[in-house]
Nanobody, 120 residues
Framework: QVQLVESGGGTEQPGESLRLSCVAS????????WNWYRQAPGNERELVAT????????NYADNVKGRFAISRDNAKNSVYLQMNSLKPDDTAVYYC?????????????WGQGTQVTVSS
């Protein structure tokens, strides 16, 4: 059973930085993609960034381009989100997920979420 644990959330002032980490237990043999989502009160869940499992194809939401950076370490079963130049609108619960596939199975596993609060 794959389990994801997120860490690194907290409270920062606008303009500061946070680095979120997400570590998956066990071995992931076939990763389609790692993802970071966020959900703010009253908002839909938003895909913030994604990185594929092999070819380093990365996509960002428009409102975080140039400020956030996603990366992964396959040897550590981990994905990271570097968050710079934080804005109050970045306040949300951030979730990581990993999409794992084999020939006949596909699963997406989710972390429990970590709170990021940006306040002035």
């Amino acid at each position: 059973q794959v389990q994801l644990v997120e860490s690194g959330g907290g409270t920062e002032q606008p303009g500061e930085s946070l680095r979120l980490s997400c570590v998956a237990s066990g071995r992931l043999f076939s990763v389609y993609a790692w993802n970071w989502y966020r959900q703010a009160p009253g908002n839909e869940r938003e895909l913030v960034a994604t990185i594929d499992g092999r070819d380093d194809i990365i996509n960002y939401a428009d409102n975080v381009k140039g400020r956030f950076a996603i990366s992964r370490d396959n040897a550590k079963n981990s994905v990271y989100l570097q968050m710079n130049s934080l804005k109050p609108d970045d306040t949300a619960v951030y979730y990581c997920s990993v999409e794992e596939y084999m020939d006949d199975t596909y699963e997406e596993y989710w972390g429990q979420g970590t709170q990021v609060t940006v306040s002035s």
